[in-house]
């Protein structure tokens, strides 16, 4: 929306901000290190709204929690934006100067009354009301999110609502307002600022639109650049199934366990011709694989840079040497392209930081040098003279065409419910996330304790408890339209009525995944993790008190 994939805003300015919304985000056991930058503004008088299904222990620090239905954002985020049309609140000054199809957005939420978003959402009338004035109102005012946003099949819908509101009220491209998306890993922003997106080379430069661009790599890579866009995850899976994918390469992940409809995804990695995988563990995919690559640990293995949700690259440096027949994943590429003929001799990370620099305008300064003297630094970075940028879309606010550039469009979005409906077989919705203590699959944290660490559980309500008549740590059968597994019941005050939880964190006792559906965003291919309709059936006939 704006011509560059990253988060608007740097941490320091959450400390600094005058509101936080977390919408789908649970920051506090997902992102905790940001956390303690949201923690940092609430000391210094910020004001934090928590948009989550569940009360989360991010919302447990919230001024407001608003516990919407699953998969209703796009509804509340339009009955916002219609209050703050139909008050006045809306920046008009910005909307003129930075922002181009407002009247087609205005005219796309007129229908959006707070009575219709409460009866979409469950969210009351008067608190949707709150939120819209106190967001409109704010000298300073961030939205952020994650996963809880976009694993929908309206992902970038999704996303595109959110847009729209800090758009509506000029909260982009200002110190302390912005619009920013938490990765959920370590490297997220820096693979994605590398290029490996099916749809844009190095330093977000488009496969097929920009032609000088792709002269540039061209001439450097001495190859041709096929100006069409690859394959996402998804359609990587439905070319599988087609039989026209029939060789994969992974590379640090994980899909037999961490895709939706599981059982699906195994049967397709099986069937593969060929299956290579590199990894630091035997992961469930790895066991599937006709050859693994013993990878090292990135962070303490092995030198190059990463860059996090701030875009701040940063040098990583090796601590320890790599256990037996493990290599860094650099030198195994490099080799696997010495077989396939060609030469590239010994890559070192700086070498392969240089070419990046040399070929992507917005990493141009930030030499080697530069980024250890300095301790990183935020792209975009021009040259060597260039500080790093602590906030983008400054120029939005330009007057003069020639500093502004692209103006931001605003986007018309229609509320979808989730795919898997609800019904009298399947009344339960079904919606995933993590906890504090793991990460995941469980790869990396599973075969680590955690004195915060609980075994799998189906989380349900106290409500749901009584009504089924459950107890705590009772087996259930949990099933949805694509399979069924067993788990143990907790009953977690965190949670409403009709709505139960899971995390992927242990698949090894629990295969979540197994429940989930593959219903995909068709613009991002990102599966619906977040609403799956599921039922409970006790495995024992009930107790007199069960439950109570």
Known sequence: MFGAGGGTSSYEEVEHTDLIVLWGSNAREAHPIFFHHVLKGLHNGAKLIVVDPRRTTSAEWA???????VGSDIGLSNTIAREIIANGLHHDAFIEVG???FEAYEASVQDWTLQRGEAVTGVPAEIIREVAHAYAKADRAMICWTLGITEHHTAVDNVLALINLGLLTGHVGAYGSGLNPLRGQNNVQGGGDMGAIPNKLPGFQDIEKDATAREKF???WGVPIVPKYGWHLTQQFEAMERGDLTALYVIGENPATSEADNSHTKDLLQNLDTL??????MTRTAEFADVVFPASNAAFEGEGTVTNSERRV???RKALEPPGQAQDDIWIIAQLAERLGFAWGEVTARQAWDELRSLSPMHAG?????LEALGGIQWPCPDEEHPGTQFLHARLWERDPALQGPKA????????PPVDELNDEYPFRLTTGRRLDSFNTGVQTGQYTSPLRRRETLDVSPEDAVLLALAEDEIVRVSSRRGSLEVPVHIGTELRPGLVFMTFHFPEQVETNNLTIDATDPKSGTAEFKATAVRIEKLVAATPGAGS
Request: charged letters at 25%.
């Open 63 to 69: 001024d407001l929690w608003l516990g919407l239905d």
């Open 99 to 101: 922002t181009t199809g």
């Open 218 to 220: 061209e001439r450097a």
């Open 276 to 281: 290579i995988v590199q990894d630091l563990f």
């Open 314 to 316: 940063q040098l990583v």
């Open 366 to 370: 930030m030499s080697w040098d530069r």
């Open 409 to 416: 469009p605003f986007s018309v979005v229609v509320d979808d």
